[in-house]
Each structure stands twice: as structure tokens, then as C-alpha cells.
């Protein structure tokens, strides 16, 4: 083969080779391109399910604390009333005693 023809070939096979440098280059480019959005996809999604999952513990969180609020509401109140009813069982008693201390300064002091 004539030394111009091998020149031409060789020239064309670099020309091939750096088509094939240059679209696998694009290529990568690309898929990099693509892993980088769907990184970012993922770890948007990451963050929102992370939000979610906090956002229900919390309300999770305050619903127990609100329920057990009410429970100790609850027993105060059950608490005043039997403390009430047992001071106004103690009323008369206690109405006695001081009217019988009264009667003993008065009869002491006479």
C-alpha cells in the first residue's frame, strides 16, 4: 500500500478513535449527570421521609403527653373531691370541738 494511503488510513482511525474518545467522554458526562440528579432525588426523599418520620413522633409524643395530663387531671380532681367530702364529714366534728373549747375559756374564766 502506497505511503499516502496508510497515512490516510492511520489519520481516519485516529479521526474514528477520537469520535469514540469523544462520544464515551459525552457518555460519561452524562451518566455522571444523571447519578448527580438522582443523588439529589434521593437524598430529597431521604430528608422528607426523615421529616415525616419526626413529625409523627412528635404528634406521637404530644399525644402521650396530653393523655397523661389528663390522667393527672383526672386523679387531682377524684383527689380535691375526697379530700372535700371528708372535710364536710369533719364539719360538725370539728364545729363541736371548737364550740366545747369555747364553753371551757367561758366556764374557765368564770
Same mark, same amino acid.
Given at each position: 500500500?502506497?505511503?499516502? #494511503?496508510? *497515512? ?7 479521526? +474514528? ?13 452524562? !451518566?455522571?449527570?444523571?447519578?448527580? +440528579? /438522582?443523588?439529589?432525588?434521593? !437524598?430529597? $426523599?431521604? $430528608? #422528607? ?8 413522633? *412528635?404528634? +406521637?409524643?404530644?399525644? +402521650? ?5 389528663? /390522667? ?10 375526697? *379530700?372535700?367530702? !371528708? ?13 366545747? *373549747?369555747? #364553753?371551757?375559756?367561758?366556764?374557765? #374564766?368564770?
Amino acid at each position: 500500500m502506497p505511503r499516502p #494511503q496508510v *497515512l490516510e488510513r492511520i489519520t481516519s482511525a485516529e479521526e +474514528e478513535a477520537d469520535e469514540i474518545v469523544a462520544l464515551a467522554e459525552n457518555d460519561r458526562d452524562e !451518566r455522571i449527570a444523571e447519578a448527580r +440528579e /438522582r443523588a439529589e432525588e434521593i !437524598r430529597t $426523599e431521604a $430528608e #422528607q421521609e426523615a421529616q415525616d418520620l419526626k413529625e409523627r413522633r *412528635l404528634e +406521637e409524643a404530644r399525644d +402521650e403527653i396530653n393523655a397523661e395530663c389528663e /390522667r393527672v387531671l383526672e386523679e387531682g380532681e377524684q383527689e380535691r373531691e375526697a *379530700l372535700a367530702e !371528708r372535710a364536710q364529714d369533719r364539719v360538725d366534728e370539728v364545729t363541736d370541738h371548737v364550740v366545747s *373549747l369555747f #364553753q371551757e375559756d367561758v366556764h374557765a #374564766q368564770t
